[in-house]
């Protein structure tokens, strides 16, 4: 995705940059102090925007024009929304011991099928928006059947999904990147609502209701009993099969948002670019977050600072101008010492190491 740096000459940048330097700061201490996962992501957040101060004289500008705020920290937003769209969906997956491939698929397919039904059925964007998250949260739905109803790993599912619906996405574009001009359709990825991007405007909404559905009411406490035992949680009376059908449900519905962001972004449905590898920096960012691969224990808001952090080391890499044939290099050592941070044994062994800790 293109990278939209605004150019303009800086104000208040210093300032701008202590205050988010401070907060991240004080925020990744006290998370710290209180023991919680979320700290060591939120400190390798703060390592980033601490080397960037450093070396981008003009990486924490914020500029006002027509009411709207511009300005890197902005674009790390934005453009960090599709990621945090997918991965609040493949948390809840991955707290019940699955695994959603797809969702970067149903991004393209998402964008393509909403850029089409414009084009071609004439739709209006909102019809066409609300016809294509039907689309997304089915595919979801298709593949949660599969994995509840007949028993197939959710890696293989998801798997085939990943190819099959990309592969639909090629066909009702005709394999080439279709363009559109609604501006109302261009306002979900590029307009802005009290200064900032509206696609933060979902995110936090999208965040909102897993967080209430997770924290207020038991569909939490069933999601880490299945993640922690399937079969106890089964004979306690959780209806798993059908928590997990809708929360594939929910995966897809998060894929679909996200899709329509990116394809509203850059004005265009792209079917073959859009999306791909996505999956794998969202696993990552609810990883980082504290989220158990083996299920049971997940933290949405670790997953946001996740993603957060992945948007920032790509940014990060983009400024710097790494060239692109070596660029998954750095992003896979910050990404291993990323996880090395998280893992509680990788901590110990190194407090032993450098003999703060002696070992047990």
Not at 13 to 23: P, R, V
Not at 112 to 137: D, F, N, R, Y
Not at 228 to 249: F, M
Request: glycine letters at 12%.
């Amino acid at each position: 995705m293109l990278e939209k740096i605004t150019e303009a000459a800086p104000t208040n940048a210093n300032l701008t940059g202590i205050a988010i330097l401070l907060f991240t700061g004080c925020a990744g201490a006290l998370l710290l102090l209180r023991g919680r996962r979320e700290a060591w992501p939120l400190l390798g957040l703060l390592a980033l925007l601490l080397f960037n101060s450093v070396l981008s004289k003009n990486f924490f500008s914020i500029v006002e024009r027509d009411g709207a705020y511009y300005g890197t920290p902005i674009n790390l937003l934005n453009q960090g929304s599709e990621v945090m769209l997918l991965a609040i969906g493949l948390t809840l997956v991955i707290a019940v011991r699955g695994i959603d491939l797809s969702v970067g698929s149903v991004m393209a397919l998402s964008g393509a099928t909403c850029v089409i039904l414009m084009k071609e059925a004439h739709c209006g964007p909102l019809l066409a928006a609300l016809l294509s998250l039907a689309v997304a949260g089915g595919v979801g739905l298709f593949n949660g059947a599969l994995v509840t109803a007949l028993n197939i790993q959710p890696i293989i599912v998801t798997l085939i999904s990943m190819v099959g619906v990309r592969g639909v996405a090629m066909l009702i574009t005709r394999a080439e990147p279709v363009t559109h001009t609604d501006a109302t359709f261009a306002f979900i990825g590029n307009g802005h609502v009290g200064g900032l991007p509206f696609s933060m405007v979902l995110v936090a909404a999208v965040f909102v209701v897993a967080a209430l559905l997770c924290r207020r009411t038991a569909l939490g406490l069933f999601m880490e009993a299945i993640g922690d035992n399937e079969r106890a949680s089964r004979l306690a009376g959780v209806d798993d099969r059908r928590i997990k059908l809708w929360l594939y449900g929910f995966s897809g519905l998060c894929a679909g948002i996200a899709g329509l962001v990116a394809a509203s972004y850059i004005s265009t449905a792209d079917p073959d670019r859009v999306g791909r590898l996505r999956e794998l920096d969202a696993i990552f960012a609810a990883v980082i977050g504290g989220t158990a691969l083996t299920g049971g224990r997940f933290y949405l808001g670790g997953t946001l600072i996740g993603a957060l952090l992945i948007q920032t080391l790509s940014t990060t890499m983009y400024i710097q101008h790494v060239p692109s044939e070596i660029e998954p290099m750095p992003k896979a050592g910050v990404m291993l010492l990323s996880c090395l941070l998280v893992s509680e044994e990788s901590r110990r062994r190194l407090l032993e190491l450098l003999g703060l800790k002696r070992g047990q």
